[in-house]
């Protein structure tokens, strides 16, 4: 079972607030990556890295922020929230040349 | 041209049938291929790798054909709990390590 962890689980907020969507491993993997899923849809690649200090946006252009001070902490922000913004957020992590290995998610509401 | 293609379906089946999907992928170069399952509102988990020789796990077998520049996931024996989106997942071979997800299969399996 992989360890990667994603927090919240849910949340809802207001539209204007700045939001930090957290995520961690512990496997030592020096890759890791943010996505974006809408229900029933495919996922989408905000963000990745490949290890620290390094930091890349993906293929779907993204609002948000992402720093890699740590090997195992990846986070994401959204300085100032919108309705728009209301998705899924998955981080996933990976080594070498393996496959990735998923959080839970975040499901954000923006109202 | 997306550069991986799947059927979306979906696939209805009744236990015990035999199904399979295949994904097509563009880029010849491609090296790291992978199958995904992701059930309803949850993370895609690593079903598994697929390998230039074919690889079986259980009633699961993965093929690769590069000639043809497809892969593909056979499923025998169908259980209840099969039905998910099944994700094919390449890799990119530009100077980045990313890899790509198809917009997945959907599988019902019925009683």
């Known amino acids: 079972e992989a360890d990667i962890y994603q927090t919240p689980r849910y949340l809802v907020i207001g539209t204007g607030k700045k939001i930090t969507l957290e995520c961690s491993q512990t496997?030592?993997?020096?890759?890791m990556y943010w996505y974006q899923q809408d229900p029933g849809m495919e996922l989408h690649l905000i963000h990745y890295?490949?290890?620290?200090?390094?930091?890349e946006k993906g293929d779907l252009s993204s609002e948000s922020t992402v720093s890699r001070i740590r090997t195992e902490h990846f986070p994401l922000t959204l300085e100032s929230a919108r309705p728009s913004h209301t998705s899924q957020y998955l981080c996933?992590?990976?080594?070498?040349?393996?496959?990735?290995?998923f959080g839970s998610g975040t499901q954000l509401s923006v109202l | 041209r997306k550069e991986v293609e799947q059927d979306p379906g979906p696939f209805n089946v009744p236990e015990g049938a035999t199904v399979a999907f295949n994904c097509t992928y563009s880029?010849?170069?491609?090296?790291?291929f992978f199958w995904y399952r992701q059930d309803c509102r949850k993370e895609p988990k690593l079903l598994m790798s697929?390998?230039?020789s074919g690889n079986e796990d259980g009633r699961f077998t993965a093929q690769l054909n590069r000639a043809s520049q497809y892969i593909s996931l056979l499923i025998r024996d169908s259980k209840l709990s099969d039905s998910a989106t099944y994700l094919c997942?390449?890799?990119?071979?530009?100077?980045?390590?990313?890899?790509?997800f198809g917009s997945g299969t959907r599988l019902l399996v019925r009683p």
């Open positions: 890295s490949y290890g620290v200090n390094s930091t």
């Open positions: 997942v390449v890799n990119t071979v530009d100077s980045s390590y990313k890899l790509i």
């Open positions: 996933a992590s990976s080594g070498g040349q393996g496959g990735l290995f």
């Open positions: 496997m030592g993997h020096d890759k």
């Open positions: 880029n010849s170069a491609s090296q790291s």
């Open positions: 697929v390998y230039s």
